[in-house]
């Protein structure tokens, strides 16, 4: 039975101390008080413990001190931790420092009962035990189809794209660079319920103009000068399932035409044809452009917009939906760590502070990109200092007709830090100045 056993309690708190010693005579035990880890190095040696429970943040030595100490000294004493404000760090350090268990408060009386006899029974904290801390720890992360989000604009983006996955429905996602538009897309059609037809992706900046036709709609053998044989075009592929459009805006206006008439009439013909084919394809487009702007200029075509704008989705960029950072670092984390070999690199609080104050301007791909170079350059910790000084002055933001010189400057040096990859003497020589005035000038 567990009868009067001595337990040792340590907090910097009066009030949890007093609660923890309330609750533990109830339980019939004989508890020992200490509001510092010195004080309860001194109880450890003259007393004779039975268990140690210990919060983790106190000032000066803290429980993890503590725990290492009377690991060293007091190896058969079992270890539990307790503590207010967790982080997978701390959990994780609590547990590799050796801790048999870890109590996040608020617990109730029960919770504590079951560490204790948990404790009591030499049970250690399991593998299973450490990754449901961490999940429970680690900030909501949102996964819909490898789309990781956590706020309002990803709860909406979730939604409309379950209202048009499983219908032919045209999309138009716009939006700036980064913004995931095409892994909308790409979740789009493989949560859609004809996932197991074609995904085709047609980059329209990228195929050249007097390629696009052929490319697009095929061709017969002999249409013109080297069409040896007749081919299908990327539409004919997609059949049954989708078309992605990408850079829609960057497609010529002969192009343009075509398109439009392939979304009036359903049916595509092969250049050097006279036949045209019925298709059943999902069309969604994506651009960075803003196609609207386009068609007041004649740049492209009004009734290709609106054709295309059936159902309309617009990125935010990440600087407008911060919610979303923490659980895309947490991912990237997790993925670029995985494929380092560096499972178990962190990333300190204040590391992701900053990180959550840039203004991204390359989006999603700058952050993600920036995690992957930060895991590859950390050994197990990604602190402050290993964050790229771009990164840490925050942009000046606002009007730039009523910025004052020194924030002009500054958004000047950090521009070009960031064109030379935060190289400060390259930087310094392109401003004409020396280093430790650009680090000043950036206080
Ligand atoms: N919400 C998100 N969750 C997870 N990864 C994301 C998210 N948004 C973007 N990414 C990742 O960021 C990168 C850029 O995304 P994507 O290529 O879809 O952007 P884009 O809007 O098409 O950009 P561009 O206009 O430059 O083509 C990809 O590696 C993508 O996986
Ligand atoms: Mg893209």
């Known amino acids: 039975m567990l009868k009067k056993e001595n337990i040792l309690i340590v907090d910097d708190n009066y009030d949890m101390l007093e609660l923890l010693q309330r609750n533990l005579k109830a339980q019939n035990f004989h508890t020992y008080k200490a509001s510092s880890v010195l004080e309860a190095i001194d109880i450890l040696k003259v007393g004779s413990i039975d268990l140690l429970i210990t919060d983790l943040q106190m000032p000066g030595l803290n429980g993890i001190e503590l ?3 009377a690991n060293e000294h007091f190896p058969d004493i079992p270890k539990l931790v307790i503590t207010g404000f967790p ?10 420092s050796g801790a048999l268990d870890y109590l996040v408060k608020p617990f109730t009386s029960e919770e504590l009962k ?30 819909y189809a490898g789309i990781v989000g956590n706020s309002e604009q990803f709860e909406n983006l979730v939604e409309v794209i379950e209202r048009v996955k499983n219908n032919k429905a045209t999309v138009l996602i716009q939006g700036e660079s980064g913004t995931g538009k095409e892994l909308i897309a790409r979740a789009i059609h493989f949560k859609g319920s004809f996932s197991s037809n074609a995904f085709v992706t047609v980059n329209c900046g990228a195929i050249p103009e007097n390629l696009m036709e052929s490319e697009l709609f095929g061709y017969e053998k002999g249409a013109f000068t080297g069409a040896n044989e007749s081919k299908i ?38 250049i050097g044809s006279q036949k045209a084919q019925k298709i059943d394809v999902r069309i969604i487009s994506a651009t960075n452009n803003d196609l609207y702007e386009m068609t007041k200029k004649g740049t492209f075509r009004e009734d290709l917009y609106y054709r295309l ?26 993925k670029y760590g995985a494929e380092y070999g560096k499972e178990n690199c962190t990333i300190t609080d204040k590391a992701v502070e900053i990180l959550t104050r840039h203004s991204w301007p390359g989006n999603v791909r700058e952050l993600e990109n920036i995690i ?13 200092s290993d964050i790229p000084d771009f990164l840490k002055y925050q942009h000046p933001t606002g009007n730039d007709n009523l910025k004052s010189l020194k924030d002009i400057e500054k958004d000047h040096i950090l521009k070009v830090l960031h064109a030379v990859g935060d190289n400060k003497t390259k930087a310094a020589e392109i401003l004409q100045i020396d280093r430790k005035t650009l680090r000043q000038k950036l206080l």
């Open 67 to 69: 725990i290492k100490f």
């Open 87 to 96: 982080s997978v760090d701390t959990a994780v350090n609590a547990v590799k």
């Open 114 to 143: 079951k560490a204790i006899q948990n404790s009591f029974n030499g049970k250690n904290i399991s593998k299973k035990k450490i990754t449901q801390i961490k999940s429970n720890l680690e900030n909501k992360v949102n996964n």
């Open 233 to 270: 075009g990327l539409f004919q592929a997609a059949d049954g399932g989708t078309i992605f459009l990408d850079e829609i805006g960057t497609a010529p206006l002969s192009v343009q035409t075509r398109l439009l008439r392939v979304l009036q009439e359903k049916e595509v013909t092969k």
């Open 309 to 334: 704008n059936v159902v309309s989705i617009e990125t935010k960029p990440l600087r407008e939906r911060k919610n979303d950072i923490i659980p895309l670092i947490s991912t990237f984390l997790k």
């Open 372 to 384: 992957q170079r930060l895991i590859i350059m950390s050994d197990s910790e990604i602190d402050v």
